[in-house]
Nanobody, 116 residues
């Protein structure tokens, strides 16, 4: 059974930090893991990705402020978010692409709210 569970969201003031965690299970043949977000009134967008061999990619809007990491042994993905801005407010989703299933799997999302 595939499961992805995010945690770590919450309310923070602008300039603050949050660390999101995602624990996944039941997913064979993982290749890419990542975080997306859906901001109010906008479509879901890529935030950051990391491959199983550690290559990372970031949206321009978060470069230098967010850091994605993974712990393959513990089946976890993290997103360290620093210097948060009100425009970072949204629901953050972790996702895992399985080459074995040819499919992307999503968590249920965690709310991040940054107050000005």
């Amino acid at each position: 059974q595939v499961q992805l569970v995010e945690s770590g969201g919450g309310l923070v003031q602008a300039g603050g930090s949050l660390r999101l965690s995602c624990t996944y299970s039941g997913i064979p043949g993982i290749h890419v893991m990542g975080w997306h977000r859906q901001r109010p009134g906008k479509e879901r967008e890529l935030v950051a990705t990391i491959t199983t061999d550690g290559n990372t990619n970031y949206a321009d809007s978060v470069k230098g402020r967010f850091t994605i990491s993974g712990d393959n042994a513990k089946n976890m993905i993290f997103l360290q978010m620093n210097s948060l801005k009100p425009e970072d407010t949204g629901v953050y989703y972790c996702d895992v692409y399985s080459w074995a299933r040819g499919a992307n799997f999503w968590g249920q999302g965690t709310q991040v709210t940054v107050s000005s």
